[in-house]
């Protein structure tokens, strides 16, 4: 019986074996990159559903919703929803799939049975320098002249004394940044109000807390 021919050795390729070692570091990096993304995420609270200003915010109007966490803004995260029925209050009306962050709300006492939260946005030279949320102001309207339909005997003060409730945007010394302001006014003010800030026609003037 003849011998066999002798096994030729096999033939190590190193630098192929290097290479799938470095292919499985490169993909458990990505991997643990992945992991790491995803831990930044956080879970807030969304808005589904209309919430009028100063009316509390309801279960039904809330769901949770995955965001990357960004220092830069206040999310009102899911785990803190218990507190908002309790202790806060939408400062502007909350419209669907909006996502809730702190400056959207408020501590202050709820609206009375006559009260309404009107936002108005205001350009330069119509509000004072120092203007801020707790403020006592009178609304004024500044359009043009009123045609005869309108009723052009009205008078131009739209309100004599509502709280300014919150400032969005900051202005400077001279007043001279636009600013978009929330106001408590009662029902019988708010159409007038709401009518006049549609056009861009309200300006605001600081008066004393204790006017009448």
């Not at 279960?59 to 785990?79: C, I, K, N, Q, T």
Request: proline fraction near 5%; glycine fraction near 10%.
């Amino acid at each position: 019986m003849a011998d066999r021919l002798p096994t030729p050795p096999r033939e190590r390729k190193p630098a192929l074996a290097a290479l799938a070692v470095l292919l499985i570091l490169v993909g458990a990096l990505g991997a643990a990159t992945l992991v790491l993304r995803a831990g930044d995420r956080i879970e807030v609270i969304k808005i589904t559903e209309r919430v009028p200003a100063g009316q509390p915010i309801p279960d039904s109007a809330m769901a949770p919703v995955l965001v990357a966490e960004d220092e830069a803004v206040s999310y009102v995260r899911w785990g803190q929803r218990g507190a908002l029925a309790e202790d806060y209050r939408p400062a502007v009306d909350l419209v669907a799939g909006t996502l809730l962050v702190g400056e959207m709300l408020t501590t202050d006492e709820t609206l009375g049975s006559d009260e309404v939260i009107v936002g108005v946005s205001l350009r330069a030279g119509q509000f004072p320098s120092g203007l801020k949320a707790g403020d006592s102001v009178a609304a004024y309207w500044v359009g043009d002249e009123r045609t005869a339909e309108e009723g052009s005997a009205r008078e131009t003060v739209i309100a004599e004394r509502v709280k300014v409730e919150n400032i969005f945007g900051e202005s400077d010394v001279a007043g001279r940044n636009n600013l978009a302001v929330t106001l408590r006014v009662s029902r019988a003010e708010a159409p007038d109000l709401a009518r006049a800030a549609s056009g861009g026609d309200v300006s605001l003037v600081i008066v004393s807390s204790g006017t009448s």
